[in-house]
């Protein structure tokens, strides 16, 4: 079968690699994928940054595709389904906990398991989720990256001490994370909203379908202390200072972004104006099943926003999101 595989900082390539073989006696399917996307976390690996994802590793963890095999009874031939990428131990106390996304013994597909970019993949059928029948394969491929977005909100409104739908919201970031984040709190009813984007493409794409202010912090200052709750979708110094430096006394700073790792915050401000800081990564099953359900009944509008390229089109797709070449903040790749 053709794969993409990460080769070196900067580059992939299609290559051919085995089509995948069912462990004896195990718990498996195996996927015909439909569509997949690139992930931040992808571009990470790409730039030679990411120690967990090493050079020959198929990447790639947002799916959806068509069972072809399965060891399970729950599936069959011919069933559309994606996959929480998470594969997990299920015996651990945060498993048992509902809390599968911390589990201690966790893996993860397009890390320390081949990836999506590839005609067929195999994964746990733990791991796989059936889809509705209304639910395209295209649109399905975003429940993982929508499905952080959705478990990050949920964890920030425990935070709050108010709806969200009434906070005043800052999104840094209009990759996919920001922008799905605009839009699931647009769909729970919030609607003082401002996106930070220095890229005019993509603040352009997020304006036309989300409708929210959007600026670009270095040619507009955004008030200081000035937002109940600031999320944070790209996760580099620069942003984080940003982030604490927007919030307001009380309010709440959610960190996803992943971009570096290391930084000084402000942890007076954080203290005296008794601040909540929270980061998270990835979401539960609970969180997967509740965002499929979102995308089912169309709570993120139209994902027109959503630009599809051949899985042989790989490097070029890649290329382009590195030297920031396209308005979509999301980018597919079809086998």
Known sequence: M??????????????ERPYPQLPQGGDQVVIR???????GSDMHAFHGKDPRRQPGLVLGHELSGVIVESQSPRFTAGQRVTANPLITCGQCDYCREG???????????????????????????ASVVALPDGLSLQD???TEPAAT??????????AMPTPLADARVLVIGGGAIGLLTVLVLRAWGCRQITLA????????????YTGCECVSPIEQAIDESSRQVVIDAVGSAITRKLAIKTVKPGGAVMHIGLQDWDSEIDMR????????LLGTYTYTMEDFHLTLSMLEQGAFGTLG?????????????FDDLEFQRVSSAKILLIP
């Open 2 to 15: 053709k794969a993409l595989v990460y080769t070196r900082p900067l580059g992939v390539e299609i290559q």
């Open 33 to 39: 994928i439909a569509a997949a996307g690139i992930c």
């Open 99 to 125: 809390r599968d996304n911390l589990c201690s013994d966790r893996h993860m597909i397009g890390m320390d398991w081949p990836g999506a970019f590839a005609e067929y993949m195999a994964i746990p059928a």
């Open 140 to 142: 399905a491929a975003i």
């Open 149 to 158: 977005v959705v478990h990050a909100l949920r964890l920030t409104q425990r």
């Open 197 to 208: 984007e220095t890229n005019p493409l993509r603040a352009n794409t997020a304006q036309q």
């Open 269 to 276: 401000k954080i203290t005296l104006g008794e601040i909540t």
């Open 305 to 317: 926003w959503i630009e599809q390229r051949e899985l042989l089109d790989g490097q070029r797709a």
